[in-house]
């Protein structure tokens, strides 16, 4: 993500696309959380893609019309054959 500050401390946020990529999506559970006075759906899942280095906590996933907010990567065997990342999927 990159582009100018949006004047809150954040950036406004362009989004990139930075590789398409197979992936194996788990749903790990879902529920509704407020934010801002309103209630938001969202669901936690489990993405696993093939091993990188290069998979941060600042980048997301998407497909179609679904985006995933990456907010934990781990190696699950240690082995470097995968890539599994806890996201946050909110409803759009």
């Known amino acids: 993500r990159s582009g100018p500050a949006e004047g809150a401390g954040g950036g406004a946020g362009n989004w990139s696309v930075g590789a398409t990529l197979w992936a194996l999506i788990r749903i790990v559970s879902g529920g509704d959380v407020r934010e801002f006075g309103r209630a ?6 489990r993405i696993r893609v093939r091993h990188r280095d290069d998979l941060t906590t600042d980048m997301r996933f998407s497909l179609a019309n679904r985006i995933f907010e990456i907010r934990q990567v781990g190696d699950p065997d240690g082995r470097r054959r995968w890539s599994d990342c806890l996201c946050e999927e909110r409803a759009q």
Do not use: I
Request: aromatic letters at 0%; glycine letters at 0%.
């Open 40 to 45: 938001h759906a969202t669901q936690m899942v």
